[in-house]
Nanobody, 119 residues
Framework: QVQLVESGGGLVQAGGSLRLSCAAS????????MGWHRQAPGKQRELVAT???????NYADSVKGRFAISRVNLKNTVYLRMNNLKPEDTAVYYC?????????????WGQGTQITVSS
């Protein structure tokens, strides 16, 4: 099992910045990809960004150039730096970790943290 705890959400004005953190515990050695998804009211959960253990990143087109994902493996922590925030970035942001074992893969989720961007 892997447990994820997020921090860093809140209220910010358009154009502002925030940084999210997500700390993993438990069977962290089994984690490969970590990332962030978000879910706005009335919408499906969508990918924001991912990062592999060796640092390869992937971003949704809507956040490219504004958000940056990073990871410190020794701390089992992933970060999401968000710049130039827009009202449409308002959502609950969820950290995820994809872990693998001899029995297959599992995706774990954090509890979510609210980000509200005011215009």
């Amino acid at each position: 099992q892997v447990q994820l705890v997020e921090s860093g959400g809140g209220l910010v004005q358009a154009g502002g910045s925030l940084r999210l953190s997500c700390a993993a515990s438990g069977r962290t050695f089994s984690i490969d990809v970590m990332g962030w998804h978000r879910q706005a009211p009335g919408k499906q959960r969508e990918l924001v960004a991912t990062i592999t253990r060796d640092g390869r990143t992937n971003y949704a087109d809507s956040v490219k150039g504004r958000f940056a994902i990073s990871r410190v493996n020794l701390k089992n922590t992933v970060y999401l730096r968000m710049n130039n925030l827009k009202p449409e970035d308002t959502a609950v942001y969820y950290c995820n970790a994809d872990a693998y074992s001899n029995y297959g893969g599992s995706r774990y989720w954090g509890q979510g943290t609210q980000i509200t961007v005011s215009s």
